[in-house]
């Protein structure tokens, strides 16, 4: 039945529009609409992500700034923290346990603390990591900005207050008798691959952590592992050397024990070659851009899917 106006008439029907059949896709093709919150391509994501370096670089240092905030020592804390840990490491396993056969004292103090330092600058990556999406959501959900910049900005806060720490560091091993060679200079890209490294990894557990919040109560008990399995408080091929070769071998070449044997290198006189597995520095290479990049685009991969649900 054809429709009426209220004089009798009949109402023309409009026109037919040109868009109308056509689907959402379809449409959203011919005016080049874009899904809300869709997943750039890897290179555009890669270069909104540099320009937002000065947003990461801000948010790592007032995450710094405030970490400690509370406290009456503040910034103190970012030293005395791992400082602490290295004399509790050293009274029970350098003292008690007698981890430090095969070293000096002058050695086995810098050795001890280098170790502390270093893996706690990985340890603090992925813990922070984890946290860094499901911790954030509120800013994830109320601004628009590359994710993976939350993941990046932790690892660099850390990297921040492993150089605060590197003061204590090199007074500690300056005291023992390891005086600044032009080895030294090698830290810098002993912890440039490591915080590639962490950054990697921190990414890898960013992703994990925003769908699976008890990860978070996991990961102490599985760095806690790492930690005990990377040789931070005893040398790897001293304490094994009535093990299997190949158990010190997994052992020296995991990462954490490849960057600190690095680091130790660097800066202690009597750690030589000799303590190092064969190819460390191909080795902290290619961890760092195995992990660095699979981690990087794992995470981008899941971009459009944080802070929803």
Same mark, same amino acid.
Not at 2 to 31: I, M, N, Q, V, W
Not at 52 to 62: C, G
Not at 230 to 250: E, Y
Not at 264 to 282: Q, T
């Given at each position: ?180 060679? #032009?080895? &030294?200079? +090698? $830290? =810098?890209?002993? @912890? /440039? ?91 902290? #290479?290619? &961890?760092? +851009? $195995? =992990?660095?990049? @699979? /981690? ?14």
């Amino acid at each position: 039945m054809s429709d009426t106006t209220h004089d009798g008439g009949l109402a023309l029907s409009p026109p037919p529009s040109a868009d109308e059949g056509l689907s959402a896709s379809r449409l959203a093709d011919k005016y080049g609409l874009t899904v809300s919150g869709a997943r750039p391509g890897l290179f555009a994501y890669i270069r909104q992500l540099w320009g937002r370096r000065h947003f990461i670089l801000a948010f790592s240092r007032a995450k710094l700034t405030a970490q400690y905030s509370q406290a009456k020592l503040g910034q103190l804390w970012q030293v005395a923290t791992p400082l602490l840990n290295a004399l509790v490491y050293f009274l029970i396993f350098g003292l008690i346990l007698g981890t430090r056969k095969g070293m000096s004292q002058e050695v086995f103090i810098p050795f001890l603390v280098t170790g502390v330092f270093v893996f706690t600058f990985t340890q603090n990556s992925v813990m922070a990591g984890v946290r860094s999406i499901s911790g954030n959501l509120g800013l994830v959900r109320a601004l628009h900005f590359p994710r993976a910049s939350l993941p990046i900005s932790f690892s660099l806060q850390q990297l921040q207050q492993l150089l605060f720490s590197m003061i204590v560091l090199i007074a500690v091993a300056v005291g023992f008798g390891s005086y600044p060679t #032009l080895s &030294w200079l +090698l $830290v =810098v890209p002993a @912890l /440039g691959l490591q915080f590639l490294f962490n950054s990697g990894l921190a990414l890898i557990m960013a992703r994990l952590g925003s769908k699976t919040p008890d990860l978070a109560q996991l990961m102490p008990f599985i760095m806690r592992t790492w930690m005990y399995a990377s040789g931070v408080m005893f040398s790897i091929p001293v304490m094994l050397a009535d093990k299997p070769q190949w158990i010190a071998d997994v052992l020296q070449y995991n990462p954490a024990a490849i960057y600190m044997d690095l680091v130790r290198f660097a800066l202690i006189d009597g750690y030589g070659s000799e303590n190092l597995p064969a190819h460390v520095w191909a080795v902290g #290479l290619a &961890w760092s +851009l $195995v =992990v660095g990049v @699979l /981690g990087f685009v794992y995470f981008w991969k899941a971009e459009e899917r944080y802070g929803r649900g």
